[in-house]
T-cell receptor, first 113, second 110 residues
Framework: DAGVIQSPRHEVTEMGQEVTLRCKPI?????LFWYRQTMMRGLELLIY????????DSGMPEDRFSAKMPNASFSTLKIQPSEPRDSAVYFC???????????FGDGTRLSIL | AQSVSQHNHHVILSEAASLELGCNYS??????LFWYVQYPGQHLQLLLK??????LVKGIKGFEAEFIKSKFSFNLRKPSVQWSDTAEYFC????????FGAGTRLAVHP
């Protein structure tokens, strides 16, 4: 079974550059979540979508972060401009509903130099 | 507001020891409860879930959890841990959305 697919797996870039993280949820799942995980802050929910519509973006740290879900099979998380404090592992997860078990992707390990 | 509290941030055990990780939540309504595990360098995986019915839930790899509604708790247990159980464990609660606890890092020594 194809699980949640994230790309890239790793990204290293210089501060100020635009970063785009991609996620393909499990087919048929109608909820999609973006998380950020760091040692200091643990696992943080950034934003989630139901049926491609952003429901709660209160976890998005600031205007440099944006997320889109143009269709049921694709979502992006963009950081522009990136800063060293954005370095983290970013996970995407999907589920059949926003309170159902979530299936996580392998994450994108982002390093901003 | 809904919140999840995991009391132990770090737990160190020897193999064959028994494990209990605490999880308490604050929400007065009906909730779904989950435990996830994250092995080193990997993504979160579902260990077990409780929606309704028997409050003692069996999960994968010998884990179980008990929902005690009066205590707003959903503690995770395993009678005998193995070195391979070394991981971070997250409790999560959902009513209208899923909220994760801060996680407990478990280290099992051979």
């Amino acid at each position: 079974d194809a699980g949640v697919i994230q790309s890239p797996r790793h990204e290293v870039t210089e501060m100020g550059q635009e970063v785009t993280l991609r996620c393909k949820p499990i087919s048929g799942h109608n909820s999609l979540f973006w998380y950020r995980q760091t040692m200091m802050r643990g696992l943080e929910l950034l934003i989630y979508f139901n049926n491609n519509v952003p429901i709660d973006d209160s976890g998005m740290p600031e205007d440099r972060f944006s997320a889109k879900m143009p269709n049921a099979s694709f979502s992006t998380l963009k950081i522009q401009p990136s800063e060293p404090r954005d370095s983290a592992v970013y996970f995407c997860a999907s589920s059949l509903g926003n309170n159902q078990p979530q299936h996580f992707g392998d994450g994108t390990r982002l390093s901003i130099l | 507001a809904q919140s999840v509290s995991q009391h132990n941030h770090h737990v160190i055990l020897s193999e064959a020891a028994s494990l209990e990780l605490g999880c308490n939540y604050s929400y007065g309504g009906t909730v779904n409860l989950f435990w996830y595990v994250q092995y080193p360098g990997q993504h979160l995986q579902l260990l077990l879930k409780y929606f309704s019915g028997d409050p003692l839930v069996k999960g994968i790899k010998g884990f179980e959890a008990e929902f005690i509604k009066s205590k707003f708790s959903f503690n995770l247990r395993k009678p005998s841990v193995q070195w391979s159980d070394t991981a971070e464990y997250f409790c999560a609660v959902s009513s209208n959305k899923l909220i994760f606890g801060a996680g407990t890092r478990l280290a099992v020594h051979p």
